[in-house]
């Protein structure tokens, strides 16, 4: 193995402080850690050699500082990506602060011993085989975190690259995330085939966190219903204890599996849902409702108390729901959880409790197209930042009855997109640390309804489920959630 670490400087340097929002200081210190897997052959060696530089040099022109004087950017940059995130001691908001000295660690690894077959593409990629200690070697270091606000690794195996970049969760959700990796890969790709990349103008400010500042009218009188900020305030008031982080957050007792739904069974499980509401139901809802149950069957044992409720808490993308909205490609955490809530017996399939599709699926409906509001969104928002501001933890209990529903689907809008100028692209795949009862619908590259061959990815959706391991030993031989979804 040969390794050697580079370090990314803005040229010239600067100085700068940058706020964090309600949003960014709701995050705990983790980071968010995704792998791009890229195939190549014989033909790729002489463009391979200019794979790092490209990727350096594209990196740099995305390191300019915000212009002060206009309050935002002709184009795209992401300063804060050279920063850290700075906690006073006089307690004061943290912030990002950015100097002349500030760098990105750029880890260069050869691994010859490593075929690409290794990464079992024939099995699509299961996260067993891309393992952080090959590929994303360091980074999960908290010191490292606490000092660079992004790292890269960039591994060259027999047969391709993986390509490991890790951003501070406390300056970004993953739709900021992969707006940024859409633009450095742009420009990577015209850099490897030696044209000129042409600048795109920003007509919005995608630094501007004005609207996650603004002031929210939450009186009974205020036009339109908080129904979303009720269900958050009874969550809290129910709680008989403060929620603390999780002692299993990252833990080996956590094991994490990625399910695939082919295009046919999609619109199977679609026209099953449709059977019990009058709306038909979306892709999403039609999807969580099946997990919701299927998990709840997984993680409830004979003990269970009939009587006890499960939360759903559905993870909201902000920018296009506030009013105003955000700007589109908005570069910072803007995203807050709808609940909704759901007795077990409800969700259990047994001879004793029918399943009650029905009521699921129209309460997913009701809680993502009613709740999930400019005002509700704000509210909740708040609502969270000023309790974990007290010290209270948000009342989630997801090592027994609740889970944390999201979607990265639209993230990466094609294949096409995710070309780095050398090889091909196969797929993406999230290392970061692992959440209990956890659903991530993984990008689908705008091919949700197409079934591909090759090494590429392969059509339909897939699911990333965390599970404890007991859990998940139920979960791959329950017959209800194998009817759509497969490993």
């Known amino acids: 193995m040969e390794t050697t670490t580079y370090t990314i400087r803005a040229d010239p340097g600067f100085e700068a402080v940058y706020p964090l929002s309600p949003s960014d200081l709701q995050i705990s210190p983790r980071a968010i850690r995704q792998a791009f897997i890229y195939l190549t052959d014989n033909h790729d060696e002489s463009k391979i050699q200019n794979l790092v530089a490209s990727l350096q040099e594209s990196l740099k022109t995305l390191l300019k500082p915000l212009d002060k004087d206009k309050g935002q950017t002709k184009t795209a940059t992401y300063p804060q990506l050279l920063g850290k995130i700075v906690r006073p001691k006089d307690g004061s908001l943290p912030h990002i602060v950015v100097d002349r000295s500030s760098t990105i660690p750029f880890k260069v690894v050869t691994r010859p011993d490593i075929n690409f077959g290794n990464l079992s593409p024939a099995q699509r990629f299961p996260e067993e085989s891309i393992q952080k200690a090959d590929y994303a070697i360091g980074l999960d270091d908290s010191e490292l975190l606490a000092r660079h606000n992004s790292a890269v690794q960039l591994t060259f195996i027999n047969g391709g690259f993986v390509l490991v970049v890790q951003i501070h969760h406390g300056i970004t959700d993953g739709f900021g995330y992969a707006g940024f990796m859409r633009q450095w890969l742009r420009r990577t790709r015209a850099l490897m085939a030696g044209v000129q990349y042409v600048e795109e103008s920003v007509t919005s400010d995608i630094h501007d966190k004005a609207e996650l500042l603004r002031e929210i009218d939450e009186s009974p009188d205020a036009a339109g219903e908080l129904n979303g900020l009720k269900t958050w305030e009874t969550l809290y008031k129910e709680a008989t204890l403060k929620a603390g982080k999780s002692s299993l957050m990252g833990s080996s007792d956590i094991q994490s599996k990625i399910f695939w739904l082919a295009p046919e069974n999609l619109e199977k499980l679609r026209a099953e849902m449709h059977n019990y509401t009058v709306n038909r139901p979306t892709m999403f809802e039609s999807v969580m409702a099946h997990a919701w149950q299927c998990l709840t069957r997984a993680r409830t044992d004979s003990t269970a108390v009939e009587s006890t409720t499960s939360s759903g808490f559905f993870s909201v993308d902000m920018r296009n729901r506030l009013d ?142 965390h599970l404890l391991r007991h859990q998940m030993e139920t979960l791959v031989k329950d017959e209800q959630w194998l009817c759509y979804v497969s490993l």
Not at 341 to 355: D, E, N
Not at 400 to 405: A, G, L, N, P, S
Not at 408 to 426: I, Q
Request: with cysteine.
């Open 324 to 465: 105003p909205p955000l700007a589109s490609e908005f570069f910072g955490n803007a995203f807050t959880a709808v609940a909704a809530r759901l007795p077990l017996p409800a969700l259990l399939l047994q001879q004793q409790h029918s399943t009650d599709a029905a009521t699921v699926i129209s309460t997913i409906q009701v809680t993502l197209r009613k709740d999930a509001t400019d005002r509700n969104l704000q509210s909740i928002n708040r609502l969270l930042f000023r309790q974990l501001k007290a010290g209270v933890y948000p009342p989630a209990n997801l090592l027994e009855q609740d889970v944390i529903f999201n979607s990265w689907e639209h993230l990466y809008p094609s294949l096409d997109v995710m070309e780095v100028g050398v090889g091909k692209f196969c797929i993406m795949r999230n290392l970061s640390p692992v959440t209990p009862s956890y659903v991530l619908v993984m990008p689908s590259y705008g091919m949700r309804q197409t079934v591909s061959s090759g090494n590429q990815y392969p059509g339909g959706i897939e699911l990333k489920v």
